[in-house]
């Protein structure tokens, strides 16, 4: 199956105050996604509802999958990392 190539047009917010119907038909059509900017600094992303469910899948998929290591590293956030490392070596040593 053959992927859709899609671009990010980096957009003033003075632009999107002012072509926010044009921009809004360009994502939801066109595969583009905008970067909205204000003094040159990024502060907010428009993507496509299907780019938006992609993303708020693979980020449940990845709490899913690192979910068990962020809880060990906040069972050991107050541990220094000497301590940290002996016990891994103990653990692994049988």
Do not use: C
């Not at 053959?2 to 038909?25: G, M, P, Y």
């Not at 907010?44 to 690192?66: C, N, P």
């Amino acid at each position: 199956m053959a992927r859709s190539e899609s671009t990010t047009k980096s957009v003033s917010i003075d632009e999107v105050r002012q072509h926010l119907n044009e921009l809004l038909h360009e994502v939801a059509t066109g595969g583009t996604s905008v970067l909205v900017e204000e003094d040159g600094q990024p502060i907010a992303g428009i993507v496509s509802v299907r780019e938006l469910e992609m993303l708020s899948r693979l980020g449940s998929e990845w709490l899913q999958r690192f979910e068990p290591l962020l809880r060990s590293w906040t069972a050991f956030s107050d541990e220094s990392p000497e301590r940290i490392e002996h016990e891994i070596e103990q653990a692994l040593s049988g």
